[in-house]
């Protein structure tokens, strides 16, 4: 059967969303762009809608035409900077949707090349530079007064307003976890400051940037021959990711006392509802499709990617697709560039996929997800490779990390953070890692004066590592020296051992 058919890109979306180092910004951008295709819905048919692309339906090129005028002017009013690509296809044949669907999106691909739109006002020399964007400042912020800002672009000020709605939203969503009070209001609060998340100001103020992908989506969606096989693929991974999610927050609000006892994790608190609402120290930002982005309090980083990628391998869609995914996890300062650690996480994500590519030669290891994880202690602003040729090389060329990490290794890592802990002081840890970047032959010079004062390393993966420091030219300890002090021990139970 024909029909006009319309595709609708959105490009540069984690750009508009993460550009901001304010958390509600990009909270409020991410719902902006969740939502966008919401009114199309309502009002046509649709093949797919959302993460950022849509595949709607008309019944002639007319009528189509005239509803991409009234949306997209719409769109410039009630959400600026957002570039959408509209492609238009008369004779899109929906016996033979595959086909004619990627038809559709070279077509798209073609006038992307072509053309540019511009969807937001640019700066103008008598007017004020908006501090977040750099674009013009034409709207008074009631709304900014804790950020010291009086005037914002409308790009910005937009995504502020819509901030709200997506607290709701996801309030709504988690209502079972957060309402947890015997008087039946809500007890736990998603953080809207990076200040939020649970570090101690001065002493720790680090937060942890997680995204995590699915393998080979791509090919996966390719696979499937109808339309009905596509919407039934990609609502079950929306569903899987939300649910994957929210058996991370069953696991860790439990261990919130615990680790507030410890005072390895220092959570705030305000008044709310005549009593007390606790901030978890994580905050989701993008919950949909196989692609999750979230921030948390640094200590729980590895720990939270770790237990959603978990989670979302036993969904059921997961399950019967054999759908698994790779993490990565960008620990950074809280007043660090937010966009650039967002992009830094993408990047330990693809390095993740890229090792799970070069060792999957069987389908074995196929099956296995994969995590990538860096903290950056400096200023450092390279991609993940360059920084770790600069950095992370002994002085005999040596590599100094085993990163990325299949999911099933983690446990192993985390045994040998606990008994490397436990077994050295601070001040010897702090010493092999000076000499493990002197080199091999230091390395083992250092480990023999440590078995003959009777002290022995943790072994990760093989018994070389605890009498030389390397394994294949490669050593896991700075890895492990580096996690100690953002993975809290009491995170470590008695199943990871």
């Known amino acids: 059967m024909n029909k006009t058919a319309v595709f609708i890109d959105i490009m540069s979306i984690q750009k508009y969303i993460f550009s901001s180092n304010q958390l509600k910004d990009n909270i409020g951008a991410s ?38 005028k009234e949306w997209s002017a719409n769109l410039l009013q009630t959400a600026p900077g957002i570039v959408p690509f509209i492609t238009i296809e008369e004779n899109f044949d929906t016996s033979t949707y595959a086909e004619s669907r990627k038809r559709i999106i070279n077509k798209s691909i073609k006038q992307k090349n072509e053309f540019i739109p511009i969807t937001a006002l640019s700066a103008f020399g008598i007017t004020a530079d ?11 912020c009631e709304k900014c007064a804790d950020e010291d800002i009086s005037y914002l672009s409308s790009v910005s000020y937009t995504k502020i307003l819509k901030a709200e709605e997506a607290n709701n939203k996801i309030r709504n ?31 720790n103020n680090h937060i ?8 080979d989506m791509g090919l996966l969606f390719k696979q499937q021959a109808t339309e ?84 979302f391998e036993l969904q059921d869609i997961c399950r019967e697709n054999k759908i698994t995914a790779c993490g990565g996890v960008s620990i950074v300062k809280t007043n660090y560039p937010f966009y650039r650690a967002y992009k830094m996480a993408e990047d330990l994500c693809n390095t993740a996929k890229k090792k799970r590519r070069n060792e999957s030669d069987n389908s074995a290891a196929a099956a296995d997800s994969y995590i990538d994880f860096h903290i950056s202690f400096g200023g450092m602003s390279d991609s993940i490779d360059r920084i770790r040729i600069k950095n992370y090389k002994s002085a005999d060329n040596k590599l100094l990390y085993k990163r990325p990490y299949k999911i099933k290794e983690i446990p192993k890592l985390l045994n040998c953070i606990k008994e490397l802990k436990e077994k050295l002081p601070q001040s010897k840890i702090k010493k092999f890692r000076e000499v493990l970047y002197s080199g091999k032959i230091a390395a083992e010079e250092f480990i023999k004066e440590l078995n003959y004062r009777g002290n022995t390393l943790p072994v990760f993966s093989h018994s070389d590592e605890a009498k030389k420091g390397f394994s294949d030219d490669k050593s896991p300890y700075i890895d492990i020296i580096e996690l100690m002090d953002f993975y809290p021990l009491s995170l470590i139970s008695k199943e990871d051992l």
């Not at 942890?208 to 393998?215: F, K």
């Not at 693929?233 to 919130?256: H, M, W």
């Not at 994790?265 to 196989?290: F, H, Q, S």
């Open 31 to 68: 719902h902006i762009i969740e939502s966008i295709f919401d009114e199309l819905k309502e009002k046509f048919e649709y093949s797919y809608a959302g993460g950022g692309s849509a595949l709607i339906y008309f019944n002639t090129a007319t009528e189509a035409k005239n509803a991409m």
């Open 173 to 203: 969503y988690f209502k079972d976890i957060l309402n947890n009070d015997d008087n039946g209001l809500d007890k736990y609060e998603f953080p809207d400051k990076f200040d939020e998340m649970g570090g101690t100001k001065d002493e």
């Open 208 to 215: 942890a940037v997680v995204h995590i992908d699915g393998n």
């Open 228 to 311: 009905e096989e596509i919407k039934k693929l990609s609502a079950g991974l929306t569903d899987s990711v939300k649910s994957s999610f929210k058996q991370v927050l069953q696991k860790l609000i439990p261990l919130i006392d615990k680790l507030k006892y410890n005072r390895e994790i220092t959570l705030k608190e305000k008044k709310a509802n005549n009593g007390k609402l606790i901030l978890l120290p994580v905050r989701p930002i993008v919950l949909g499709g196989d692609d999750v982005t979230f921030v948390c309090d640094a200590r729980i980083g590895l720990w939270c990617a770790t237990e959603f990628i978990k989670a």
């Open 130 to 140: 908006c501090p977040k964007t750099g674009l013009s400042s034409e709207i008074f």
